[in-house]
């Protein structure tokens, strides 16, 4: 799964329908047919593009990790430098995406659930975007100069993970915002 992808048109159509079809129905209940339909591709050039499902499913959860980074990269530029404004920015990024991306909850989150084999090629994206997203919290918690960034970075992870779950079920009116307050409180001292 070295060689690199060539970004053809019709490649990025197929990265595009696996997207909304891997978020939409799951990615193991989508099969390469849908998709080259979807794209209006045949599933000979699926193949030709990707080489197999798993890397068009790494390609996937790649391209949403980048992208989501991206989102939240000008919230956290409109913020500033203040760790508190920083957390807000991040519950309220996470928020935004949820309204503009769809309502089902963290793409990573889901695909954990079908894909929880360490030797999968995708399970390294899955994890090496929620280490990145604990480091950023760690990070924030030791600008905020609390005691222990460590663990809280960790609690903070917990209560953005929540959100992310409580806000795809909708168990929980405006979690991002109930997630935000306390976590902005829990650096607050």
């Known amino acids: 799964m070295t060689e690199l992808i060539d970004w053809t048109p019709k490649a990025r159509a197929i990265l595009r329908a696996a997207s909304e079809l891997f978020y939409a129905e799951g990615i193991h209940a989508v099969g390469v047919e849908a ?5 209006g591709v045949t599933k000979k050039t699926l193949y030709d593009r990707f080489g197999s499902k798993e890397r068009l499913v790494v ?23 203040d760790p508190a404004a920083r ?18 909850g963290c793409s990573m989150i889901n695909a954990h659930a079908e894909i929880s084999d360490p030797a999968h090629p995708a399970y390294s994206v899955i994890t090496d975007q929620k280490r990145w997203m604990l480091g950023f919290l760690t990070d924030l918690a030791t600008d905020a100069g609390v005691g222990d960034p460590e663990r809280v970075g960790a609690e903070l992870m917990v209560l953005h993970e929540g959100a992310l779950v409580t806000s795809g079920i909708g168990v929980i009116t405006d979690a991002f915002a109930t997630a935000r307050d306390a976590a902005v409180a829990r650096i607050a001292g």
């Open 35 to 39: 998709i080259a339909e979807r794209a």
């Open 59 to 81: 390609s996937y959860l790649t391209e949403r990790d980048r992208e989501w980074r991206i989102f939240l990269d000008g919230r956290l530029e409109s913020a500033g430098s």
């Open 87 to 104: 957390l807000a920015a991040l519950f309220d990024a996470s928020s935004g995406w949820h309204d503009e991306r769809g309502g089902k």
